[in-house]
C-alpha cells in the first residue's frame, strides 16, 4: 500500500556530509513512523534515525550530535542530514516506514514497508 523512494546516494570524503530524500506514495495516511536504516558490506542493517506520526525522533547512539531526521508531511518526504561521516559509515542506506494493516477482522498492526536503498560511499 505504501511505496519508498530514496535519493541523494553518492560519495564524499571523509568528514564530509550527506543529505538523504525519501518520498512516500500510496496510503500515506497509514504511516505511523518513517526513519532511515543502513547495511554496510557483511553486516547487518542497523537503524540510523527514525521519526514517529507525533514528531518524536530518535538516533543511533554513533551518530547522536551529528545527524537529523526531518520531514516534510504536505510532500509525503522525510530526510536524513548527517555530518563528520567516516569511512566505516559506507553502507546502503534505506528508507522505512511502518504502515498500519489489519491481519484479521480485529487485529490491527504495524507492517515495516522499505524503498530499494540508495548507495553512499565515504572515501578514506
Known amino acids: 500500500q505504501v511505496q519508498l523512494v530514496e535519493s541523494g546516494g553518492g560519495n564524499v570524503q571523509a568528514g564530509g556530509s550527506l543529505r538523504l530524500s525519501c518520498v512516500a506514495s500510496g496510503s500515506t495516511n497509514l504511516i505511523t513512523a518513517t526513519g532511515w536504516y543502513r547495511q554496510a558490506p557483511g553486516k547487518q542493517r542497523e537503524l540510523v534515525a527514525a521519526?514517529?506520526?507525533?514528531?518524536?525522533?530518535s538516533y543511533a547512539d554513533s551518530v547522536k550530535g551529528r545527524s537529523t531526521i526531518s520531514r516534510d508531511n504536505g510532500k509525503n518526504m522525510v530526510y536524513l542530514q548527517m555530518n563528520s561521516l567516516k569511512p566505516e559509515e559506507t553502507a546502503v542506506y534505506y528508507c522505512?516506514?511502518?504502515?498500519?494493516?489489519?491481519?484479521?477482522?480485529?487485529?490491527?498492526?504495524?507492517?515495516?514497508?522499505w524503498g530499494r536503498g540508495t548507495q553512499f560511499t565515504v572515501y578514506a
Open positions: 522505512n516506514a511502518d504502515v498500519l494493516t489489519f491481519t484479521g477482522d480485529t487485529q490491527l498492526t504495524a507492517m515495516a514497508y
Open positions: 521519526i514517529n506520526r507525533s514528531g518524536t525522533t
